[in-house]
């Protein structure tokens, strides 16, 4: 069966640098939901989209911004990008209805240098 | 303000013994509850879930889960472990706000198996 899918799997960048992270959903999944893991901690939810609309929003730096597109896809675009940044970001979907399960993606190793 | 407690962040037992992670919720309302399961350097796997009906869940490799709302518990257990099983494993439950959802997680049980 088809999963999320992200890319790229690694990322290296500097301090101050930019970087965008993708997020393919299960196809038919209308909602995406980004989380954010530091090491030896828990995933702590970012943001999510459903139908290309912001739905809800957690503990997202304001230097990170995201968006759904019409196909589904959504893009993580974080700025200015910190030490404190470096990070395992997971991609989830769904779809909207009954229990909402979501199914992550292999994650994108941030790594800020 | 839901939450989810892992009790326990290292557990530990040998091949073929009994496996049992716990985790206590608080919801306001009657919660939807997740395992997953991270191995090293991979993403989240789900394991099971609880939404409604039976309270006894079965998920993927033998591992089963009770829902229960007295205690406010969801443990998940294995009768016999197996070397693959070593992992990192967290709770969840997910909040529902104006028809979002978000998952919270528990800080993980961290599960080593001794052969």
């Known amino acids: 069966a088809a999963g999320v899918i992200q890319s790229p799997r690694h990322l290296i960048k500097e301090k101050r640098e930019t970087a965008t992270l993708k997020c393919y959903p299960i196809?038919?999944?209308?909602?995406v939901y980004w989380y954010q893991q530091g090491p030896g901690q828990d995933p702590q939810f970012l943001i999510s989209?459903?139908?290309?609309?912001?739905?809800d929003k957690g503990s997202i730096p304001d230097r990170f911004s995201a968006q759904q597109f019409s196909d589904y896809h959504s893009e993580l675009n974080m700025s200015s990008l910190e030490l404190g940044d470096s990070a395992l970001y997971f991609c989830?979907?769904?779809?909207?209805?009954?229990?909402?399960?979501?199914?992550f993606g292999p994650g994108t190793r941030l790594t800020v240098l | 303000a839901q939450s989810v407690t892992q009790l326990g962040s290292h557990v530990s037992v040998s091949e073929g013994a009994l496996v049992l992670l716990r985790c206590n919720y608080s919801?306001?309302?009657?919660?939807?509850l997740f395992w997953y399961v991270q191995y090293p350097n991979q993403g989240l796997q789900l394991l099971l879930k609880y939404t409604t009906g039976a309270t006894l869940v079965k998920g993927i490799n033998g591992f089963e889960a009770e829902f229960k709302k007295s205690e406010t518990s969801f443990h998940l257990t294995k009768p016999s472990a197996h070397m693959s099983d070593a992992a990192e494993y967290f709770c969840a439950v997910s909040l529902i706000i104006q028809g979002a959802q978000k998952l919270v997680f528990g800080q993980g049980t961290r599960l080593t198996i001794n052969p």
């Open positions: 989830a979907s769904s779809i909207r209805q009954g229990s909402n399960t979501q199914y």
């Open positions: 196809p038919r999944h209308d909602t």
């Open positions: 919801s306001s309302v009657p919660p939807y």
């Open positions: 989209f459903y139908e290309k609309m912001q739905s």
